[in-house]
Every structure is written in structure tokens, then in C-alpha cells.
């Protein structure tokens, strides 16, 4: 597996990606009207691009295709996007790009909106939920979690 910067030529991908991931990996925690209004499929490549551009951000490629991708706002420490393709799941793709995620906002806390799917992985790497929350999803709610890594837990 290699990681990489992102370039704007991934975005297409990387949208087909998480739309994918949010409607196999994440169907275990959500139903069918919250995954449909968490990823639509209809996307603006445009809006993508730009804020994948403006943060540091990160493509995981493996057998001649994208398996991955995250990215943060190193000024700030919020992490945004973290997804991996269903087939490539518990191998070390979302724990290679986070690692290097983290990385690059070091001596930040580290803030992130984890999904009910998601929360035990980051939980493992030493973040801690600081509230549930409900968030609404072209009228539908979805429950997520705010989570934090402070700085001194970098590492563990």
C-alpha cells in the first residue's frame, strides 16, 4: 500500500468511494433513509476538490486502485474525512492514513466527528467521546460522535 497526497484528478474516485463505504460498511449502524441522505450520490466535484484541497489531504492506493482517504485541517486539528473501501477493511489503510493525519496537525488536539461505525477505531487510537449528537442529513437524523485526541495521547 502506498500513501499519497491527494490530487484533484482523485476526486471522482474518492467520491465513488465514500459513497461505497457509507452504503456498505456503515449499512450495520444506519438505515437505509439515513444512509441515502448521508451520501446521496449526487456530489458537486467542485465543492470536493476545493475543500480537499484546502486541508492536508491524503489518498491510500493498493492493487492499482484508491482504498482510502482522509484528510485534516492542520491549523485547526479537526480531522474531517477518514473512509476505506469495503474490501480493504481491519488492514491497515484508515490506521497508516490517520497516523500520518495526525502527523501533520502535531501538538493540536485532534477533533473529529466519528460515525457509530467508526467510533471504535478511533477510540482504540486514544480519542474519547466528548458528546453524542444527532445531526440532520436533508431531513433525516443521523447519530454521531464528537470525539478528541489531545496531544500527549499522540502516540499510544
Same mark, same amino acid.
Given at each position: 500500500?502506498?500513501?499519497?497526497? /491527494?490530487?484533484?484528478?482523485? *476526486? &471522482?474516485?474518492?467520491?465513488?468511494l465514500?459513497?461505497?463505504?457509507?452504503?456498505?460498511?456503515?449499512?450495520?449502524? /444506519?438505515?437505509?433513509?439515513?444512509?441515502?441522505?448521508?451520501?446521496?450520490?449526487?456530489?458537486?466535484? @467542485?465543492?470536493?476538490?476545493?475543500?480537499?484541497?484546502?486541508?492536508?489531504?491524503?489518498?491510500?492506493?493498493?492493487? +492499482?486502485?484508491?482504498? +482510502?482517504?482522509g484528510?485534516?485541517? #492542520?491549523?485547526?486539528?479537526?480531522?474531517?474525512?477518514?473512509?476505506?473501501? &469495503?474490501? /480493504?477493511?481491519? @488492514?491497515?489503510?484508515?490506521?497508516?492514513? *490517520?497516523?500520518?493525519?495526525? &502527523?501533520?496537525?502535531?501538538? @493540536?488536539?485532534?477533533?473529529?466527528?466519528?460515525s457509530?461505525?467508526?467510533? #471504535?477505531?478511533?477510540?482504540?487510537? +486514544?480519542?474519547?467521546?466528548?458528546?453524542?449528537? &444527532?445531526?440532520?442529513?436533508? +431531513?433525516?437524523?443521523?447519530?454521531?460522535?464528537?470525539?478528541? @485526541?489531545? #496531544? *500527549?495521547?499522540?502516540?499510544?
Open positions: 500500500m502506498v500513501v499519497r497526497a /491527494y490530487q484533484s484528478a482523485d *476526486c &471522482r474516485a474518492l467520491t465513488e465514500f459513497y461505497e463505504t457509507v452504503h456498505t460498511v456503515n449499512a450495520q449502524d /444506519y438505515t437505509r433513509a439515513q444512509l441515502d441522505a448521508w451520501a446521496t450520490g449526487e456530489v458537486d466535484l @467542485k465543492a470536493w476538490d476545493a475543500s480537499l484541497r484546502a486541508h492536508y489531504s491524503l489518498v491510500a492506493e493498493a492493487d +492499482g486502485l484508491l482504498v +482510502g482517504f484528510d485534516i485541517d #492542520p491549523a485547526t486539528g479537526y480531522l474531517d474525512r477518514l473512509y476505506v473501501h &469495503r474490501n /480493504y477493511q481491519r @488492514k491497515g489503510v484508515a490506521t497508516a492514513l *490517520c497516523d500520518r493525519l495526525e &502527523r501533520a496537525a502535531a501538538g @493540536k488536539t485532534i477533533a473529529t466527528h466519528a457509530i461505525t467508526a467510533r #471504535p477505531f478511533f477510540e482504540k487510537r +486514544g480519542y474519547r467521546v466528548i458528546r453524542e449528537q &444527532r445531526v440532520e442529513r436533508r +431531513g433525516v437524523w443521523l447519530t454521531n460522535f464528537v470525539m478528541e @485526541k489531545t #496531544p *500527549c495521547a499522540f502516540g499510544a
